[in-house]
């Protein structure tokens, strides 16, 4: 039996019993799952600290593996996330990204860090939702080892510098030339790649410089949510229905 402090981000919840809630909570240390007993009661000091997008230092009590959430210092809510569909939408998207990526036990440090910036610029600032959704899914990949192949062929190495056709193919890696196109792959254009090239340069702290024009936003957004996709294996359903420009 021992107690953890750790900072995090809660990235998932579940219900169960009457006034219970499973968390799943993103810290330096991956992601943890910990009971919040009780959270639900309207007067409970675990209510704040239950909800998604919630920041904060988490206090864990630890048993026999299993964690309860024994205390929180709410330091985010990040609430105007709640108030807009565009940019809840966007932010669940992050979060199906980080549920994904993250593995209890592994080094979370960078992905928590990115998490939290993309977090703020969505609630408190004019940057498009998309965008940082975007530069998120981009650099969350990176971070945890997943880069895409942006400047050679993905399939045969091939300098795609100066190229006029090649798309990008998530079973390759990332951006393909002409000849390794497969007949469904989707056509991607060197303003795009370059984009991306340039998003994944960004520290956590710049990404609010990231305003992509609207043909180039249309392509990364194929392109980054399938290869999300393909890296963790799964749907990724929250950017769907999001259909701002």
């Known amino acids: 039996m021992s ?23 993103l810290t330096e240390q991956g992601s943890i799952g910990a009971a919040a007993r009780g959270c639900r009661r309207p007067n409970s000091p675990l209510l704040s600290a239950s909800e998604l997008f919630v920041y904060g230092e988490f206090v864990l009590y630890e048993k026999q593996g299993k964690h309860s959430v024994n205390a929180c210092d709410v330091r985010e809510s990040f609430y105007p996330l709640r108030q807009d569909m565009d940019s809840f939408y ?3 998207h992050m979060l199906e990204m980080a549920n ?3 593995e209890d036990g592994a080094n979370c440090g960078e992905l928590l ?8 610029y969505t609630a408190y600032t004019d940057c498009h939702p998309i965008d940082m959704a975007l530069v998120f899914t981009a650099k ?8 895409p192949a942006i400047t050679h062929c993905a399939a045969c190495g091939e300098d795609l510098r100066g190229l006029p056709r090649m798309g ?3 079973a390759s890696g990332g951006a393909v030339c002409g000849g390794c196109m497969a007949p469904d792959c989707k056509k991607i254009t060197p303003l795009s790649l370059e984009a991306l090239r340039r998003m994944l340069l960004l520290t956590p702290e710049d990404i609010k410089k990231v305003t992509l024009p609207e043909e180039t936003r249309t392509e990364l957004r194929s392109a980054l949510v399938g290869y999300g996709e ?12 999001l259909n701002v420009k």
């Not at 107690?3 to 909570?25: E, K, P, Q």
């Open 3 to 25: 107690l953890l402090t750790l900072s995090g981000i809660v990235t998932r919840y579940a219900d169960y019993r009457d006034n219970d809630r499973m968390l799943t909570i």
């Open 90 to 92: 966007a932010a669940a």
């Open 100 to 102: 994904g990526l993250a």
């Open 113 to 120: 860090k990115l998490l939290y910036y993309a977090l703020t």
């Open 140 to 147: 969350s990949l990176a971070v945890m080892g997943y880069t």
């Open 168 to 170: 990008f193919d998530p």
């Open 230 to 241: 393909y890296v963790l294996e799964r749907k990724l359903r929250s950017l769907s229905r």
